[in-house]
């Protein structure tokens, strides 16, 4: 009977979801994606995009078993830099920060480095601008829950900024905090079998399965719409039809259950944009299961290689 008894009290144990109270996590998103060609053979186009953002969050389990994570601050410049209009002879470089100065010195950084690694587009570039963003507040100021298999909701988004004083506009989207809150509705699957958590997962951690469907489309239609007003005149970016995604499990240094999962929908978005590659990787501590990483990449690209690349990153930071 003690025996019996002992089980029942394990299983409990080993039942309940794990928290991450306590701790503060950085989330991050990062787009990049370029496109040129010509149109009727004698029209070029060249379009250049890329927009990078982090905040820092603490986490707080509530009292349903999900964990509550509120912005608590900006560590890292954000910033968005894109070619202005359709042969790309003008470059816009937009930044975010709590100090003026750094940004300032950001957008620097970030003008050579185009110079010098996109030279294909660098090199058309004739006028440059900049404009550099405040924060007016960031604690609480976002927060969502995230349930023990991986999928976050309940976002809450009230951050503002405000242009750094003395500057003449640039008249174009700088959305990148907005698409922030679309790169945490990214999370919207479960990374776990039907029917498992962590804890039994953690018993038989050499396992396979096929997510549930996962259907990107108003994540998608909302992050371009933030990024570039044109998607306000052309229809929006819509997910041909749902796909899944193949997962396994396994060990690391016996310390660690590394999820995985990755697929190859070929499915259009947009015009002849289709995603052609999609992969989340998942990292978990297995002495009280605390969550380490969670790592997605989705790949959106045509026959001619034209297109780009979204990646999104919560990561423990203590």
Do not use: C
């Not at 359709?86 to 480095?113: H, M, Q, V, Y």
Request: proline share 3%; aromatic share 12%.
């Amino acid at each position: 009977m003690k025996i019996i008894l002992l089980i029942l009290i394990i299983l409990i144990l080993l039942s309940n979801p794990p928290t991450l109270t306590g701790y503060t996590y950085e989330l991050s998103y990062k787009i990049t994606g370029d496109a040129k060609g010509r149109i009727l053979i004698i029209f070029p186009y060249r379009v250049f995009y890329t927009a990078d953002a982090s905040l820092l969050f603490s986490s707080t389990p509530d009292a349903k078993g999900d964990t509550l994570f509120k912005l608590t601050g900006v560590e890292k410049t954000g910033f968005m830099m894109r070619t202005l209009g359709f042969s790309g002879r003008s470059l816009a470089i937009l930044t975010a920060d709590n100090s003026k100065s750094i940004g300032k010195a950001k957008s620097t950084r970030l003008k050579k480095e185009f110079q010098l690694r996109v030279p294909e587009y660098s090199k058309f570039i004739r006028k440059y601008y900049w404009n550099n963003f405040l924060f007016k507040r960031t604690r609480g100021s976002i927060s969502f829950l995230r349930k023990g298999y991986g999928i976050n909701h309940n976002l809450k988004y009230n951050l503002w900024l405000k242009r750094s004083p003395g500057e003449k506009r640039v008249k174009i989207n700088f959305g990148i905090y907005r698409i922030m809150g679309e790169a945490i509705k990214a999370f919207n699957h479960s990374f776990l079998p039907e029917d498992t958590n962590i804890s039994i997962l953690a018993l038989n951690p050499i396992r396979k399965w096929t997510s549930e469907e996962i259907d990107f489309s108003k994540i998608l239609a909302q992050s371009a719409l933030y990024s570039a007003g044109i998607f306000r005149k052309i229809r929006p970016l819509k997910q041909e039809r749902p796909f899944r995604a193949n997962y396994s499990s396994s060990l690391s240094d016996d310390s660690y259950l590394i999820i995985k999962g990755s697929a190859k929908p070929d499915v259009s978005v947009f015009s002849s944009f289709r995603i052609i590659y999609f992969s989340r990787e998942v990292k978990i501590r297995l002495k009280d299961h605390i969550l380490i990483s969670d790592s997605i990449i989705i790949d959106v690209y045509n026959k001619t290689g034209k297109g780009g690349r979204f990646t999104t990153n919560l990561i423990l930071k203590n």
